[in-house]
């Protein structure tokens, strides 16, 4: 089947950078949209930043202008550099892709989730 397994988190004070990766593996016909969501404890989770195949990004208005996210297509990956972080970014922060598998003759198009990696901004 299909996985994402993110790293890159980590523990950080209040102006510093991470970069997030994410890396989707198994039976890949094609990727579409890829993102990262975050998740603060007690808060429903929200989306941080997109990207299609194509590249055309979006982005909530609280990271603009100091998070970037990218893709390697031929990689099956998408990073999240963040930069210039506050303690408000703190969260577990998951990867989030539109995959197509294809099953001999069928292709199945789902939406995956990695298993998180948390960022914890100190003030």
């Known amino acids: 089947q299909v996985q994402l397994v993110e790293s890159g988190g980590g523990l950080v004070q209040a102006g510093g950078s991470l970069r997030l990766s994410c890396v989707a593996s198994?039976?890949?016909?094609?990727?579409?949209?890829m993102g990262w969501y975050r998740q603060a404890p007690g808060k429903q989770r929200e989306l941080v930043a997109a990207?299609?195949?194509?590249?055309?990004?979006n982005y909530r208005g609280s990271v603009k202008g100091r998070f970037t996210i990218s893709r390697d297509n031929a990689k099956n990956t998408v990073y999240l550099q963040m930069n210039s972080l506050k303690p408000e970014d703190t969260a577990v922060y998951y990867c989030?892709?539109?995959?197509?598998?294809?099953?001999?003759?069928?292709?199945?198009?789902?939406?995956?989730w990695g298993q998180g990696t948390q960022v914890t901004v100190s003030s």
């Open positions: 990207i299609t195949s194509g590249g055309s990004t």
């Open positions: 989030n892709a539109d995959i197509v598998v294809r099953n001999g003759y069928f292709f199945n198009d789902a939406i995956y």
């Open positions: 198994g039976s890949i016909f094609s990727i579409n949209a």
